[in-house]
């Protein structure tokens, strides 16, 4: 069965020729090539349809959806086929295959956060992002697995069990892996695929769709992207809306998305960006379009290198081809500056405070008396409490809660989590200041290393992994920027996935210091709202701040130079 994962990195990119394609390498084409073919009449809706859901029946031992919605997604290919056929296409996505990660509300379709807490729980609405693809004609192939709650940097801890990495049944990590000695059971030689959003970064990469929607707290977007080979986007707090999006961390949550490649994240970014008066903490200004003009000129960039971000614990690989692409970069003609965030130190210990208080603030609402899961105990009220949460949370969640509540009591709140809130200030400051200086762009890691095989992975326990992963990734949650990451060459078939990430330009408004973070904060960037995209080649993180011809500038250089 993993054989067929290997037929598709070698079999599903596009034909350098013309002529009609068929359905397997429509599967490899971008979203505006796809869409152009579903309007000359080279594929039908349906046929697209099909293709990945047979793909999805394929790949089904990666574990990458815990609800498949085959006869929703061909009813609504039915629709589409009808909309082509009067001339009158929704847009860009009508018709395209998309994936949802199963945290967003999606109507009339089981939303289980990955827990046995919701186990069984249809939402009455969808989530506006889920809407807004709807209203644009895009097929829903299914919900993605996850982390319990969103809570990992992994996709193994959630109730429906851990989600493979196609690439680990690729033919370099085969050959890879027969280079090592044989101690381990085979069936557990496999890559994770990062988290919080695993199950929908495995999706996209085993072409089983072409855009995917996943969350982003602290990197959770980001992350798989990156060891799945895929664009992650995490945008500006505010730019998306977080309507229907089961909350984490209410001041950091953001709607992620992942495509494989720049242009689609940007039609995908166009779609879903805009105010939304169920969400009032989304922008007001109006957004237009995100267009992407084919530049490689980086002379007048300039690229920030944070000097703290070059810790003991990052491979040798990834510092390696962190230096490579600043100097490609160089090269090129871009200015190239080591710069300082001094707080990055203290943010993975401020972004645990803040991140678990809040856990423990939106648990609270599973009690089994509203919805979701609720035990046969009936002794009393706080005995039905108690028994529904062990019940329906696992020991990372239940762990959560714990030490945001301690944080939360009233003797330590002064000392931790207000004390954290300044600290978060600080941080925002930092990149405040970096960018007023006159940067453009910084490069940096997504990653400490390259995706890890399971059995590796699972030595050490979930926190101690989230604080590894989410190194390089949290800060940019809590200063409020954009960030996005990219780890993908242009034949995959020729390289592993990696990691990388980035954060955009910022104004000089600051909120009060106890407040959480507005979207006003970096409203006065040179082009806001910004597709700040962290270009993760090799494991890098470019985060553009200027605009997205800048990002695609710098991905067009990597491509080209990497290639």
């Known amino acids: ?91 860009d996505l009508d018709g395209i295959p998309v994936a949802i990660k199963d945290n967003f509300s ?36 299914g919900k993605t697995n996850l982390d319990e709650f969103a809570m990992g940097s992994g996709s193994t801890d959630g109730v429906f069990g851990p989600v493979k990495n196609p690439w680990s049944y690729s033919k370099q990590y085969r050959e890879k892996r027969k280079q090592k000695p044989h101690g381990e059971n085979e069936d557990s030689d496999w890559l994770i695929t990062g988290g919080s959003s695993g199950g ?83 922008i007001q200004d109006p957004v237009k379009p995100f267009l992407l003009p084919s530049l490689t000129d980086v002379s007048k960039l300039c690229i920030g290198i944070p ?7 990052l491979s040798s690989e990834v510092q390696s081809l962190w230096t490579k692409a600043a100097d490609l970069f160089e090269s090129r003609g871009a200015k190239v500056i080591e710069v300082s ?28 008396l509203e919805y979701g899961h609720r035990c046969d105990i009936d002794v009393s009220t706080e005995a039905m409490y108690a028994a529904t949460r062990r019940e329906g949370f696992n020991d990372v969640v239940r762990g959560r809660i714990l030490s945001g509540n301690f944080f939360l009591l009233k003797e330590n709140y002064e000392t931790y989590f207000i004390k954290a809130q300044k600290v978060r200030r600080l941080i925002a400051n930092d990149f405040v200041n970096v960018f007023n200086s006159g940067v453009d762009v910084l490069l940096t890691p997504t990653t400490l290393s390259e995706a890890v095989p399971y059995l590796e992975f699972i030595k050490e326990d979930n926190r101690t992994r989230s604080a590894q992963d989410d190194i390089f990734t949290q800060a940019v949650n809590m200063a409020g920027p954009t960030g996005d990451s990219q780890i993908r060459s242009p034949n995959q078939s020729h390289r592993m996935p990696c990691s990388s990430s980035a954060f955009p330009a910022s104004p000089s408004q600051q909120p009060p210091i106890r407040a959480p973070l507005k979207p006003s904060l970096f409203s006065h960037c040179k082009a806001f709202p910004l597709l700040c995209l ?14 997205l011809a800048t990002a695609n500038s710098i991905n067009s250089l990597c491509f080209s130079s990497f290639g």
Request: with cysteine.
């Open 1 to 91: 069965m993993p054989a067929v994962v290997v037929d598709l990195f070698s079999l599903l990119s596009p034909s350098p020729c013309g002529g009609r394609p068929n359905t397997k390498t429509m599967l490899g084409r971008t979203l505006r090539e796809v869409s152009a073919g579903l309007k000359q009449g080279q594929i039908t809706p349906t046929e697209l349809c099909q293709k990945c859901l047979s793909m999805i029946k394929k790949t089904k031992f990666l574990n990458a959806y815990i609800t498949v919605t085959e006869e929703e997604a061909l009813k609504q290919a039915e629709e589409s086929e009808k909309r082509y056929a009067k001339g009158q296409p929704l847009g």
């Open 106 to 141: 999606t109507s009339a379709i089981e939303t289980t956060c990955g827990s046995n807490m919701l186990k069984g729980y249809v939402p009455p609405y969808n989530a506006t992002v889920v809407q807004k693809l709807f209203d644009q004609g895009a097929l829903l192939m």
């Open 200 to 282: 929908s970064a495995a999706a996209v990469s085993a072409f089983t769709c072409f855009a995917a929607l996943g969350s982003d707290t602290g990197g959770s977007t980001r992350n798989p992207a990156a060891q799945c080979g895929l664009v992650g986007v995490k945008p500006s707090y505010g730019l998306v809306s977080r309507h229907g999006l089961i909350p984490l961390v209410n001041s950091m949550d953001v709607p992620g998305i992942l495509t494989r490649c720049v242009d689609d994240a940007a039609v995908v970014l166009g779609v879903l960006a805009g105010h939304d008066p169920k969400d009032s903490t989304t």
């Open 307 to 313: 000097k703290e971000y070059l810790v003991p614990e």
């Open 341 to 368: 965030l001094p707080h990055t130190s203290y943010s993975i210990v401020c972004y645990h405070v803040l991140c678990t208080s809040e856990v423990a603030s939106n648990m609270a609402r599973f009690d089994g």
């Open 534 to 547: 962290l270009l993760s080649l090799c494991q890098m993180q470019v985060i553009a701040v200027d605009s």
